[in-house]
């Protein structure tokens, strides 16, 4: 935020009111600057400045953190032309400012953070944080000792250059595999059981990091993330 600025403009900005509607509330003398009733909405305000508008502080915008228990059909961005996104679920004031960290397909299930901390955002997508996350695939065909090493030590994806990084997988049953993963390369999972023949059925995310999706939340349900699931992520 570059100060001084108009009011309207601060408020338009920081909250879901528009312009026009910031009018209208310091018409009816519900905004204050400095505890002081102000009409006038082009008035410069300072960074310094305690605007209310309506009862809310504007301005404090303390970073806000949520898991989302992703169903099937929904697109993990903020916004899409074809289909409908993981935004669909959240009621909370500017949800246009939060991005998703680290997508799920549409038809995969399961965790997905969301964020309006572009710096903690950063450090669960990029590859140089290492951030582990593990995935529960059901698969077509059960997998032999030497795919499961394979999978593990890296395989090459399709038009790629490099192979993936180790990973784990634990066997849950014949169909059914726990995958851990740093990376999140485009349809990762998928593609690397592509590359050992096989095909995933069904994917769900269960853990990024440190964070496991809680089992309280039904599919479409969010919560916001506790102090120690946001500190996690380091
Ligand atoms: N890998 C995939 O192939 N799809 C996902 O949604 C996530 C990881």
């Known amino acids: 935020m570059k100060y001084p600025i108009r009011l309207d403009k601060l408020i338009s900005q920081t909250t879901d009111w528009s312009?026009?509607?910031v009018k209208r509330l310091a018409h009816k003398e519900?905004?204050?600057?400095?505890?002081t009733v102000e009409k006038s909405t082009d008035t410069k305000i300072n960074e310094s400045d305690v605007v209310?508008?309506?009862g809310e502080t504007i301005g404090d915008l303390t970073p806000r953190y949520f898991m989302l228990n992703k169903p099937v059909g929904f697109i993990s961005a903020t916004k899409d032309r074809e289909h409908l996104t993981v935004l669909e679920f959240i009621e909370e004031?500017?949800?246009d400012n939060l991005s998703v960290a680290?997508?799920?397909d549409i038809d995969t299930t399961g965790l997905v953070l969301l964020t309006d901390d572009g710096q903690w955002l950063h450090r669960v997508i990029s590859?140089?944080?290492?951030?582990?996350?593990?995935?529960?695939?059901?698969?077509?065909k059960p997998l032999d000792e030497k795919q499961i090493a394979k999978l593990e030590s890296g395989v090459w994806l399709n038009n790629e250059k490099t192979?993936?990084?180790?990973?784990?997988?634990?066997?849950?049953?014949?169909?059914h595999y726990r995958l851990s993963i740093t990376e999140g390369r485009y349809h990762q999972v998928k593609r690397m059981f592509a590359a050992i023949e096989n095909h995933v059925e069904s994917l769900h995310r269960e853990q990024i990091g440190a964070i496991i999706?809680?089992?309280?939340?039904?599919?479409g349900e969010y919560r916001a993330l506790t102090d120690s699931e946001v500190a996690s992520i380091d």
């Open 93 to 95: 004031p500017r949800k």
């Open 19 to 21: 312009r026009k509607e």
């Open 102 to 104: 680290g997508r799920l």
């Open 163 to 175: 192979r993936t990084k180790p990973a784990t997988v634990e066997v849950i049953d014949e169909y």
């Open 127 to 140: 590859p140089k944080h290492h951030c582990v996350k593990t995935y529960l695939v059901e698969t077509a």
């Open 213 to 219: 999706l809680d089992p309280d939340l039904q599919p």
């Open 52 to 54: 209310v508008c309506d």
């Open 30 to 35: 519900l905004i204050t600057v400095n505890g």
